[in-house]
């Protein structure tokens, strides 16, 4: 059988963390680094799979189980477990993975990877799913085969990512509304600032985030903290742990930014969503408690040397901040960041301008 090469992409968030499994939303983009699996499949019981960052094979079985395959491949086995699960027939063969997406630093290079193979492994067989049921089967691979209990939003990203466009996500509805995102047109750069300090999902402390939502939720004899949305803060009285209270206050606030941000981008108001960002930044500090002071000291420093705005993005302690950037300061504010960093003894930066990039897709 031939080849098919099929690639997907890692992602940022622009604001709205920790909003998904909430069912409230987000403003993530694609991001032009992309996996790439070339896939060769054949009749056979086993996916041999290698990686250009790993050594050695790993062989996984089409009928694998959660518990068999376990590191970086335990996130190729989760996709050929989940797509069997949701009744697909999954093809053995041999993948060769290639990426340039960074592993660990918070751009969701575990989703790019989960849909660069769902592509392989659904364009072997001709099957077209709709890719709101892609994002769920990956989600499902991360959450039930790798245990890392995650939301759908970086799935949703890589599989509906375009070229200058953010996308809305809500996940109540679960619906994707491309937005114009382009703040190249207005002399603005994204800046990707990734501290270097590694982060990981599977962790306690992202699951205690979300255990904090849900007992909110439930004290307030809500099924999500969406639904509380309309009502506001002053509902969340009723929520019995202070610090409950504030995770949710954190989500509350979180996805009346992203709404204002949406908003923003109709204008192009740059200064406002700045302005936004630095909310959101603030919120995820001290209600969510996710920053660290390492991701701090960057975010402050981008604001102090002249950015209109910066937060970290992703799921958070560690990982990568993001700032609004004036074009004529964009270098300065970089080197003000790699001298904080420096004088305070952490890991040098790799600060990068970025831009919305391609989603998912079959390469010819
Ligand atoms: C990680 C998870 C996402 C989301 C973000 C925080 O990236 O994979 O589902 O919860 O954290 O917004």
Same mark, same amino acid.
């Given at each position: 059988m031939s080849g098919i090469r099929y690639a997907a992409p890692g992602r940022i968030n622009l604001i709205g963390e920790?909003?998904?499994?909430?069912?409230?939303f987000a403003l993530p983009i694609a991001l032009p680094e992309r996996t790439v699996v070339s896939y060769v499949p054949d009749d056979v019981p086993e996916v041999a799979v290698r990686s250009d960052k790993e050594d050695g094979e790993v062989r996984i079985p089409v009928d694998t189980a959660p518990g068999d395959v376990a590191g970086w491949a335990g996130y190729v086995a989760g996709v050929v477990w989940a797509l069997r699960s949701a009744g697909h027939r999954i093809l053995g063969g041999t993948m060769s993975i290639a990426s340039d997406v960074e592993m660990g630093s918070g751009v969701a290079s575990s989703a790019a990877l989960e849909c660069a193979v769902l592509g392989a492994l659904t364009s072997a067989i001709g099957l077209r799913i709709d890719r709101t049921e892609l994002a769920r089967i990956a989600q499902r691979a991360e959450n039930d085969y790798v245990g890392a209990p995650t939301g759908m939003m970086d799935q949703l990203a890589a599989l509906c990512g375009q070229p200058r466009m953010a996308l809305m996500i809500d996940f109540r509805e679960l619906t994707v509304r491309p937005v114009? #995102? =382009?703040?190249?047109?207005? =002399?603005?750069? %994204? %800046?990707l600032i990734n501290s270097r300090a590694p982060h990981q999902h599977a962790g306690g402390e992202y699951a205690s985030r979300r255990s904090s939502c849900e007992r909110a939720a439930a004290d307030l004899g809500v099924p999500s903290l969406r639904e509380v949305q309309d009502a506001g803060v002053t509902a969340l009285a009723a929520v019995a742990d202070p610090v409950d209270a504030r995770r949710a206050r954190h989500i509350l606030t979180d996805n009346q930014r992203v709404l204002d941000v949406v908003a923003a981008l109709e204008e192009s108001d740059f200064t406002a969503i700045g302005r936004l960002f630095n909310a959101s930044q603030a919120s995820m500090r001290d209600d969510f408690e996710i920053t660290t002071d390492h991701i701090d000291l960057i975010a402050d420093t981008a604001v102090g040397a002249g950015a209109l705005g910066a937060r970290m993005?992703?799921?958070? #302690?560690g990982g990568c901040v993001i700032a609004l950037a004036p074009l004529d300061t964009a270098a300065h504010i970089a080197d003000a960041i790699r001298d904080a960093v420096a004088a305070a003894g952490y890991n040098a930066p790799t600060i990068t301008r970025t831009r919305a990039g391609q989603g998912a897709e079959l390469l010819r």
């Open positions: 920790h909003t998904d499994y909430n069912l409230g114009a #995102f =382009d703040p190249d047109a207005s =002399d603005i750069a %994204l %800046l993005t992703g799921g958070g #302690f």
